[in-house]
């Protein structure tokens, strides 16, 4: 007798999955069995997650884009629903942050925020109900919020992941009748590449505090392995996109009558800087 994976059969799209929390995301989705479509913009290291998801028996596909194109993620539940017939879970999880003040930021850099972090989720979530409806889905929507939600002075990034949290919970409301559940996650501090537009001093000065060699300039990105070491040898206050990923897979395993409804993972102590 064989047995099946939980999420076998099962359709998921996750943006922003060349990278961090999205990245592992779709690497535990693909290693429980959905056929996972991989976005974002870097192809190179959805490439590689798609061929370990394969090479564990998975099925994954990638599809570079830009979710701030909103045409773009319509595109992207498309094709996931042209090539395997369904959409069964979307995790909108692109996003990112540009800590400047209020005072001292950057109208442009807003705008990358309001455009990725909270309109690309709006229409990736659209996209997603109007494809669940379609096939008939027992229907999972994720969208990746943050602890930056759960204060009032978080910066314009915490600005756009409070909509996040208010985006799912209209959403619930929404579509308490249907067979689609919304899961809202908001992670604490977690080794990935979002703090690549923060002060650089702040980077280096975490990277040496984990014993690192690491000198790093604004927009460089780390290593899957680099990240693997941050997070390892500073538990106390960064944690690992695998424990997202692992809070994820649990939401969207859970029978539909059953709203895993709000998440937070976090590390045990908090740092000062939004994120
Ligand atoms: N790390 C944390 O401490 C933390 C804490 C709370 C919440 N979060 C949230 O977690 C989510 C993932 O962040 P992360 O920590 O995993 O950071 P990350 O390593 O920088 O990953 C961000 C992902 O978003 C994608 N992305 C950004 N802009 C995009 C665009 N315009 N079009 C398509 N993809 C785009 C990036 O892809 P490209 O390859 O295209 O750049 C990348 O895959 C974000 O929503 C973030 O706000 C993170």
Partial sequence: MTVSEPLEGRTAVVTGASSGIGRAIAEHL???????????????????????????????SVVTGDVRDVAQIRSLVDTAV????????????????????????DAEEWRAMLETNILALLVGCQSAVK???????????????????QRSNSGVYGSTKHAVNSISSSLRDELEDDTIRITNVMPGAIATNFARSFDRDFINTMGKMAGMDI?????????PE??????????????????VARAVLY?????????????????????????
């Fill in 30 to 60: 693909g290693n429980a069995g959905a056929h996972v479509f991989l976005s974002g913009r870097t192809a190179a290291s959805m490439e590689d997650s798609k061929k370990k998801i394969e090479e564990s028996g998975g099925k994954a």
């Fill in 82 to 105: 042209e090539a395997t017939g369904r959409l069964d879970i979307m995790v909108n999880n692109a996003g990112l942050s540009y800590p400047a003040s209020i005072v001292e930021g």
């Fill in 131 to 149: 494809a669940m409806r379609a096939c008939g889905a027992e229907g999972q929507i994720v969208n990746i919020s943050s602890v930056a939600a």
């Fill in 215 to 223: 000198e790093l300039e604004k927009g460089d990105r780390l290593s």
């Fill in 226 to 243: 680099a990240l693997d070491t941050l997070a390892e040898n500073m538990k106390q206050l960064l944690g690992h996109p695998n424990d």
């Fill in 251 to 275: 939401a969207v395993t859970q029978p539909i009558e059953v709203n895993i409804a709000d998440i937070v993972v976090r590390p045990p102590k908090s740092m000062s800087v939004p994120h």
